[in-house]
């Protein structure tokens, strides 16, 4: 069944199951139809997230278990609610002690029953690594590590004999080694010695497996990884025993009903999308009869994790429901922004920066830096299976493996969307034009030589050229699998920290290249939605993001008031040091703009560190993400503690504080105003609404892991019982207002599913001075009306604080209300009544600048 609304709950040691379960009451009351909860699967010790598995079959104890997954199951069942479930078919957790599968295949390699389970190429070109797994765990070069004693032989009471190695990752010895170890003792391979380091090399030697440095990974592991990760191996979903493993679990829990749905991870990483889907969605059928009594209706719900390009569009063949609503995300952002600022703060990054390239130029630029670094092996693994390709005719056997490779180089560097899916012919129209935006940009800037290699691909990929299937299939296969993680850490993990114009649009989903778009631009996605993709979530914040909504919301005033900001940021970078990069220093003042709390108090000690130290966090990962003056592979220590030291300089001055607060005081009314058209629009457009924890509150969260941080929901119903539409807007800086503008919104979703869940969408007309103030809509059967209308800009000066423009600031707007002129339109979010016409906006805003509308039911 498609959820009415969701809510994700991010589960770990901390937060358990039975915590799940205590809130059932709360998100009944919120109007959620459904809990959606991140990974539950048994995971690495102490994670926080879920999606380091290391047993895809059980169900981690540290939540509580089965046992206790039933019982909030039970619970949740008991008040109405179900369970959509986030799975990771894409990897599993590697190195350390604790993935069973994996340490089989170190231990038996090829004769493994698991070694067709995980992403591995037992013939790779490095004949060194022939029938091996590289295994790029050690913290040192490997002649360091084993002369430095860092590698040593360890036995367990069974008689199992492994090699420890940089403290907790374990390699275990083949059986048909065992008998000589055990023969000369442990002490014989003592590395502290020069006869026992010789002797314990020599074994290594001999095993599945080639330990190396971690930073041999990028050039020459032979497994895939989950982007550059080296403890997440990818594994093989395509294979039907391997999907079987993976999913036994969900597929189980969805059988007993205690899921209703599930939520896919990273589903740009599997070899072959549409085909996963098609066969999940028949292993979901098929259990339908086999759920008891009181279960949901099927079929399963069901969504991906898929982050579209400008202009992209998800597959109408694929067997899902939608995605989890990355798009919507950037969709509403853009409105919030206006358009008429991307000149001025461009200008103004231009002048800080010294850079005059926009954002496509910074991805570029990144893109090429990932492949050559970050993915020099599997760019490699791709030109090899190209070359193999080639080989098989003789029209192309003198194409070379390096100049194949160069053509990968170019064509993925401008490539403006994730991957493509389709093989030869059958590239969609959308696929087809992004690979030949591509080919454009490859061609003008590849060495001429290199072209008939470029050219070659551009035929693989469309369905010519030489070699067997099963072959061309493997090569296509590798090539999608390298372009997903090469967009995501070139974009996401690089570009977006670069290009800093303001960081309200870099966004995960988001291209930062575009600052706004308007009214019509989002009416054309909800009207696309509605009609290819009603099913799929709605989301404004999620465990990934770069930073909270309401963060965004704030900073998007700013490109309102470009002259303004400029006038408080120039001086701030004046008299910041010499030594920092002025682009660092701005993105930093542009974080304490967006993410100061409102409720701290500017001369609370205490209350500054916390923030201070949470900006911190945030501060170093940026620096280390962006890879300019430091990375996560070499950190300059040097410069993050300047850059350090320059936080706690600013947040130390009480002249600066006092700058920063008045801003803040500024702008805040205006961003909550943002904040709560955001809420409302997310509630109220086809789709289905989700609210990532804690965020029915105001969102000022950062970067992960500030945005895991513990939820104090005791507060949260507290304040549901007791807010009120007198009370809410004079209490806005609570976040009181949006908590109630949500509830409300979602409880009449639930009142009145028919509407929202297959009502059509009609963009309503706004008329007046401030039209371009408001977005306005309709969702309409023919027995039912909703109309949902937000502020989504206002005055500078908005009276008293407070977050709602003055009634005489709206001149002669009015908002076409068209509906049925003889049933009153009740507002559930201010309790006013209104009658169908044109309506004075501020009429309409009177009390809130938000509203919700459905026509009073006749007596």
């Keep these: 069944m498609t959820p009415t609304a969701t809510y994700r709950l991010q589960f770990h040691a901390g937060f358990t199951f039975a915590d799940g379960a205590g809130l059932a009451g709360y998100l009944c009351d919120l109007g959620i139809s459904h809990l959606y909860a991140s990974p539950i699967a048994v995971a690495r010790a ?103 004693g860092d590698i040593r032989l360890d036995a367990g009471p069974d008689g199992s004999l492994w090699a420890t190695a940089h403290g907790h990752h374990r390699f275990p010895i083949r059986a048909a080694d065992r008998g000589e170890v055990i023969a000369l003792g442990l002490e014989a391979y003592d590395p502290a010695k020069e006869p026992g380091r010789a002797r314990l ?175 020099a092996g599997q760019v490699d693994a791709v030109a090899g299976a190209f070359h193999d390709l080639a080989r098989d005719d003789l029209k192309t056997r003198d194409l070379t493996q390096g100049a194949l490779r160069r053509a990968i180089t170019q064509l993925l560097t401008g490539f403006a969307a994730y991957r493509l899916y389709g093989e030869g012919e059958a590239l969609s129209p959308g696929e087809a034009g992004i690979l030949a935006q591509a080919m454009a940009r490859a061609k003008a800037a590849i060495a001429p030589a290199d072209r008939p290699a470029l050219d070659q691909i551009e035929a693989w990929l469309t369905g010519g050229g030489p070699g067997a299937p099963h072959a061309r299939r493997r090569a296509l296969q590798r090539f999608h699998q390298l372009s997903a993680p090469v967009a995501a850490k070139s974009a996401e993990d690089t570009a977006f920290y670069r290009y800093l114009r303001l960081i309200s649009r870099n966004e995960v989903g988001s291209y930062p290249g575009r600052l706004a778009s308007d009214a019509d631009d989002f009416h054309a996605a909800n009207l696309a939605r509605a009609k290819d993709w009603p099913g799929s979530l709605l989301t404004t914040a999620t465990h990934d ?160 892991p500030d945005n895991r941080r513990p939820v104090d929901f005791a507060l949260r119903q507290e304040m549901l019982r007791q807010t009120s539409p007198e009370t809410a807007l004079a209490d806005w800086r609570t976040g009181a207002v949006k908590q109630m503008v949500i509830g409300r919104a979602l409880n009449l979703r639930t009142a009145r599913p028919d509407v929202f869940a297959q009502g059509a969408y009609a963009p309503l007309r706004v008329k007046g001075r401030r039209k371009e103030a408001v977005i306005a809509f309709a969702r309409r059967t023919a027995t039912d009306t909703v109309i949902a209308a937000a502020v989504i800009a206002s005055p500078a000066d908005l009276a008293q604080g407070l977050p709602l423009p003055d009634p005489a600031w709206w001149d002669d707007t009015v908002v076409q209300l068209e509906a049925d002129p003889e049933i009153p339109l009740h507002d559930h979010l201010s309790e006013q009544a209104h009658v169908a016409g044109a309506v004075p906006a501020a009429r309409l805003f009177e009390r809130l600048p938000v509203a919700l509308l459905a026509l009073e039911p006749r007596s």
């Design 201 to 375: 090399h020599d074994l290594l030697e001999r095993q599945a497996y080639r330990l190396a440095w971690w930073q041999t990974a990028g050039d020459e592991i032979n497994w895939r990884r989950f982007f550059d990760i080296t403890e997440l191996a990818g594994v093989r979903v395509e294979v039907p025993e391997v999907f079987d493993r993976i999913h036994a679990l969900p597929l189980r829990l969805y059988a007993e009903g205690l899921i209703d749905g599930l939520r896919i991870d990273h589903i740009d990483g599997l070899a072959d999308p549409a085909g996963y889907l098609t066969r999940l969605r028949s292993e979901l059928a098929k259990l339908e009869s086999a759920r008891p009594a009181g279960s949901a209706p099927g079929p399963a719900y069901l969504v991906v994790e898929k982050i579209l390009a400008e202009g992209e569009a998800l597959s109408r063949d694929w067997a899902c429901d939608g995605t989890t609503g990355y798009e919507f995300m950037d969709g509403v952002s853009a409105l919030l922004h206006e358009p008429e600022g991307a000149a001025p703060l461009a200008a103004l990054w231009r002048e800080i920066s010294g850079r005059d390239g926009g954002y496509g130029d910074e991805e570029h630029a990144a893109r090429l830096e990932i492949l050559t670094h970050g993915f």
């Design 545 to 704: 993001h770069k930073r909270g909504e309401d963060v965004r919301a704030r900073l998007a005033v700013l490109s309102e008031r470009p002259k303004a900001w400029a006038s408080r940021a120039r001086p701030w970078l004046a008299g910041a040091p010499t030594e920092i990069d002025p682009a660092d220093a701005y993105q930093m003042h542009q974080t304490l703009a967006g993410a100061l709390p409102l409720d701290l108090d500017m001369d609370d000690t205490a209350g500054l560190k916390v923030f201070g130290e949470r900006v911190a966090g945030w501060f170093t990962k940026a620096l280390r993400e962006g890879k300019l003056r430091s990375s996560w592979a070499v950190p300059n220590a040097a410069y993050e503690r300047a850059c350090l030291a320059y936080l706690d300089h600013c947040l130390g001055d009480p002249t600066y504080r006092t700058a920063l607060a008045d801003l803040v005081e500024e702008i805040a009314p205006a961003g909550a105003i943002k904040g709560l058209a955001q809420a409302l629009l997310r509630c109220a457009s086809p789709g289905v609404p989700d609210t990532y924890q804690g965020t029915e509150l105001w969102d000022f969260s950062l970067v992960d």
């Design 46 to 148: 102490g994670s926080t997230h879920g999606y380091d598995v290391v047993d895809p079959t059980a169900i981690n104890p540290a939540l509580g278990g089965e046992d206790g997954f039933r019982q909030m199951a039970a619970t949740l069942k008991a008040a109405g609610l179900g369970i959509i479930l986030d799975i990771v078919p894409n990897h599993l957790a590697v190195g350390g002690a604790d993935n069973a599968w994996w340490l089989d295949v170190l231990e038996k390699g090829e004769a493994s029953a698991f070694a067709g389970l995980f992403d591995i190429d037992w013939r790779p070109r490095d004949p060194a690594l022939q029938g091996q797994v590289l295994a790029p765990f050690l913290g040192a070069p490997y002649g360091e590590a084993l002369a430095g």
